[in-house]
């Protein structure tokens, strides 16, 4: 033992505390990292000890060596772990024991060795070698020792790691999935970018030259003071005069000087180079950010609500208040913080900037506004009457007596190596210009001879103004004349292009001229810039003002429509080299062609395989050709591509999401085409045809790109453009359609995408936009002069809510869309872009029933139902969504409810009882919510009965019993009443000439318009206009007040004198189709009508638009009933309501033609149709409780049989043909059909409306009451039978066993029917109109829709899709069609997409082997086979 107090004894103690407080923190720490820094500490301890060591030295330092490398791993751990520990493990545990126990003995055996070395007895010391002193190849040992123990610990470190390394990565997969998804929202709802540095230096002026040190004191001085002195209490700055006279420049130094001196609050520098910097689209989130990087201590607050306001997309007015006002309001600092607004007069929408800045600046005294922009009249008329502005009168350049001491000091600057007397010269050419001297100088440092340049420019006597100037840049540039022509080239695309294009852009549009590079180079005294990837600006407008003007440009005029011409024919050039089928290289080849959503990285495929020239022209070359069409080239160029590339060119469109740009687009190549004389036929009918193809699909386009070769193509009028040029080339995509109607492409608009009934339709924007809600829950909103889709909310897809909209509204400005939910919440919607706007308003708390704009106020009102059954009228304020002021509440439901024009009155109408009842009318003050006035009237609708004179004099309510009560407008008081001459008929609708002088309504049912002149409470005339055949739907004064028009369900439009009441010529000539809906624009330019298949009709008057040459058919809900004969050469049909003379017609199937006259007899609607098994009979059973028999082959009547049964729902035949089943609700008849007697009936008491017959012809399987029974055909005895609750939809037997499947509105029941055993199993379905339930010839399959069970075992397996391969001629009903969507039993996803215009045909579809059958709305059926595209 060492002695206490002795050097060996210290160490020994110390390593072994160490070793003892490691083992401890091993076995009771949970986490690694205090764990591993003792052992780090015992490992340091180690390795000092060990390298003392001096016998056997070499040994001693390899097994340092190692250690050292040791404690580098465990540091290197230590270092991970103190970034987030992690949990230990029984393993981590175990390893790092047995390693601090090697440690320990590595420790204990050194020390006893330099206790013996260090020993003076030699005695002992020789005595002690023996027993103690380590020899190599125990120190060999105890090294291969530490290397064992420090692998088995890094293997369990490495795990612990892994693990933590797997969840940072899980962590970041899941924060990353969760950016892409905010970008992909972003993008989609077209929110702020995520702009690049050099963009933002754009913005924000920062690679802006600033004044030379010298240059520009007088004004800088000038503005400096007025930005401190706080006496001062101008707040704007504005800093106005001519282009070129360096307001930017001076607008550059002062922002840079003040973000030095952090008094910067923030900057916007616009400029005409790029969309956001030339519009407020940006602005605000811009400036933003700006303010944020500026103020640290508003930062959090202007991010957040960026965000709130990028997913809102709120009017500019609330942009500006949220993200500009408010947050500098916040800033505690109150000394004077600076604004820097440069370049105004490049704003588009300046306007409504400077109504805000004007409104809003008064309210933070603490801002101060440095404006500058050219003295054009607009703003000049808005700032010359404003208190707020300071240097109104500041000139920067005296054209009288110019001032070059600042231009002269610029020169030397900017050009150092220039001499002085060079200086000068130029200052004076510049006549005190600064826009001219630093074009001067950029192109003194730029070009290859600057002393020729500069005695050219100074040798010329006219060389004098900035025209002169821009002359010489344009001609120094152009080095070879002979290339003026490519020069040309070039500078058009630059200053036309919708989209500033790079170097490398151009190079692609233009690959023959190899001068592009050059040519940029060489004019970088005007444009910018010179990277060959940037895009290229043009450095001040007055260039481009100079390029456009002829009398200026002398030799370099930019003719636009040539510059069109040309940028249309090189987009046009690449695309016909570039776009083909499947453009992203898709594979498919085994399953169905896939949608947009079912590709992967979608995003990323395109980006691979496009290329931004590639973007340009397909975003571009239609708009480029509208502008330029006059030209011969322009217009065989976009025949070629209209013939050979739309449809690559819609889906490239299509996979990009811009679907939008491909209709408007179309729809300006088309307006521009109508202006062409002496066009073709051909050229307008090629540009028509595919606006049309485009706008019809347009749903499908944004959905499904690589479907547009396959059903559009097919549904394509026969001889139209399209079809001739493209169904030949992808006939192995297209379905083969035949159709005995007669397709044509529309002479108007058609807006096709609603797949539900159409139930409100308005007109928005100044009637730019057209709003319309289906009953599916869809709400959409359209452009209406190119018919493209701007945006859509669908039930399920508000902010990611499950929502269903029942009820919109369109705010007085057109510019707002407010909808309901059926949850009762209340959101609003940009009229302009589509997108939602702010949170919705959660009224859920009760049902809303009505919702309208007030007039003059971001503010809606509701009537809703409380809780306690209260009718309730709320005031809603939209921007701070909460209620304004106190309800106002009734005992009995409002009906509707109308606002004064002015917005201080609210008349509401209320119904007591049953409908139509006793109403209750209240007239409301909006200023402090007390009833004005209340009246009775005798009967009242639930339609709307109120109406506001437009000047808000007076109102009219109206009745059930036809009375019209006019009442002052601002009391409510009595002023007259009016009857129309048929006092009994209920009034359905009044309207209020602009004026209020004329007064005009029609009846509920009726077909004449009654007219009214009023004045000062009297009736000074009255007409009654007769004219119309059926139902009047729409009245319209003319807004001079002279005319009245009329639409009625006759189909036409009727326009009337209203002070004499004769009948006019109308403005619309021909038929509107059947019509609902109907509206008609103020100015009467615009009629929208909602035709039967779901789609907004859109007639421009405007245009010579005319109607159609014979009215159209009202809608049929006629239910068809077909059969197909065994042999699939013809089908039979009847209709199931009852019809004057209800007939059942035979068709050809390879024709879709009538075969022979119809057959006729029954004298009630059609149920049901069948063949015999050898096709020669057909069967007819109807409601008038007969069974027909007629000749397939003539159309002869052979047999009438009549029956007991109320109805004949179901018909079946034998093989033989000799015996027919027949299945009503009421009972089975089995018949003879050569004998012509009945074989069997059952009785009354059975429910039998589905029969089915066995595959051996033996057994009948049919409903009964509360279950199913099987019968035996020859004798009629029931075999067997179980109960089943519910309706039961289909039947069907297996083609082997004794199993019966039973479809009712939820499963499938299998009933083993032998075993005597009630159905034990059961397969979980929804019931689905057209789905049919079948066994496969082999037995092996059940099928019901697209769902699949192998029945081979006990246990039915259901199987996935791409799990079967199942024969279409082994199953009839392979097909189905379900939500727009042809679907095929064996194959994964859907198969083959309807036009959403046709879809309304689908409703009623019958499937047979590989066909699809429907009908039109006149009762004319179309066939879809799928053939060719299994082939």
Known sequence: MHAKGSTAYERTSDWTVLFFNCLREISEASEMLAPLKSTSMLLIRGLETVRTMHNNRSAWEELARKLALHHTTINGYISQLEVGDRPSSNASQDALKKYAEVLSAILREATASADVAGTPNLKKTFKRIGDTQIEKDRIAELSRDADFAHRQFDEAMRIIMARQVTELQQQLDRVRAEIMQEIGELKSRNDLPDFDEPFLSLVRGQDLDICEQGTRSEILGQIRIWAIDEQIKSQIYWLNDAAGTGKTTIAATLADEWLTNRTLAGRFFFSPNSAATSSLDQFCSLLA?????????????????????????????????????????????????????????????????????????????????????????????????????????????????????????????????????????????????????????RMLQIYRRPSKLLHQILDSQSFKGLDDLYLQVLEQALVDKAAHSLFMNILEAVTISFQPLSISSLQVLFPENDKVDLFIQDLCGVLKDGDPHRPIKVLHPTFREFLYQADRANGFLVRTTNAHALLSSSCVVLLLGVLKHNILGLSYQKSAIPTNTHIENVNDLVEQNTTVALKYASSYWARHAAASILESDVQEKV???????????????????????????????????????????????????????????????????????????????????????????????????????????????????????????????????????????????????????????????????????????????????????????????????????????????????HITFCPNRRRIITSSISSTMFNVLRLWDLEAQTTVGNPMRLDVPTTCMCLSPDGTMLVSVSIYGHCPGKGLVIAWSLEDYSQVVSYTMSRVGYMKCIRFCPDGSYFATWTRDGTIHLRLGHTGERMLELCSTRTNDPVDDVVISPSGRHIASYNFGGSTVYLWEVKSGLVLNHHTLVGHEMDIRYLLFSPEGDRVVSISLDQTVRVWNTHTGEGLQSFFTGYTGTIMLPELSQDWRYLLTVGLSNQINIYDVSHQCQGEEKPGDERSFAVPVIAFSPLGDIFACGFTEYVSKPYIQRWSVETTQPLGEPMTGHTNGVRCVAFTSDGQIIASGSDDCTVRLWSSSTGNALWTIPTEMNTVERIAFTFTGEVMVLGSNHKIYVINTKAKNVVWSTGKENSNSELVLSADNSKIAATCDNGVGIWDVLTGKQMARCDISGRIFHLSFHPQRDLLAICSYTCIYLWEFNSGQIPSLELQIKYENGFQLGFTLDGKYLLYGDLVWNVQSKRPRKLGPGDIRVDLGSYEQSLIYRDGWIYYVATRGPLLPIPSHLREQFFDWTAFYNLILVWTQDKLPVLVDCTPFFH
């Open 639 to 849: 025949m070629t591509f209209l013939s050979t590339k739309l449809l690559n060119w819609l889906e490239l469109m299509s996979f990009r999401g811009c679907v939008g740009q491909c209709i408007q687009g179309l729809a300006q190549l088309q307006t521009a085409v109508a202006m062409i004389e002496n066009r073709s036929d051909l050229k307008q009918n090629a540009v028509s045809n595919s606006y049309q193809f485009a706008l019809q699909n347009q749903s499908l386009m944004t959905e499904a790109a690589l479907h547009l070769y396959t059903t559009p193509l097919a549904f394509l009028p026969k001889e139209s453009f399209i079809s001739e040029r493209y169904q030949r080339a992808h006939k192995v995509l297209i379905p083969v359609v035949t159709s005995a109607a007669s397709t044509k492409w529309s002479a108007h608009t058609v807006l096709t995408g609603h797949t539900g009934h159409i139930e409100q339709v308005a007109f928005a924007l100044n009637y730019t936009r057209v709003v319309s809600r289906d009953t599916d829950n869809t709400l959409s909103l359209w452009d209406i002069e190119s018919g493209s889709l701007i945006g859509k909310q669908s039930a399920g897809s508000v902010k990611g809510k499950q929502v269903a909209i029942k009820h919109f509204t369109v705010s007085p400005d057109g510019e707002e869309v407010a909808f309901v939910t059926k949850s009762n919440n209340i959101y609003v919607l940009s009229a302009i872009t589509g997108a939602l706007s702010g949170e919705p308003i959660d009224a859920s708390a009760e049902e809303i029933l």
């Open 289 to 441: 950010k700006d303010i944020a990087l500026q103020l640290p201590e508003v930062r959090q607050v202007i991010n957040a609500r960026i965000r709130e306001v990028s997913a809102a997309c709120l009017r500019f007015s609330q942009q500006f208040r949220r993200l500009v006002v408010e947050p500098l309001k916040l800033v505690s600092d109150k000394r004077n913080l600076l604004l820097v607004i440069d370049a105004l007069d490049n704003c588009k929408g300046r306007d409504k900037l400077l109504s805000e800045l004007l409104l809003h600046l008064p309210s933070i005294s603490s801002v101060k506004l440095l404006l500058t922009s050219r003295p054009l009249p607009d703003i000049t008329d808005i700032l010359s009457t404003s208190t707020l502005i300071e240097g109104y009168n500041t000139c920067l350049l005296d054209v009288y007596n110019p001032s070059y001491a600042d231009v002269t000091i610029y020169i030397r600057k900017r050009v150092p190596k220039l001499e002085g007397e060079y200086v000068d010269l130029i200052a004076n050419r510049s006549g005190g210009l600064f826009i001219w001297a630093a074009t001067v100088c």
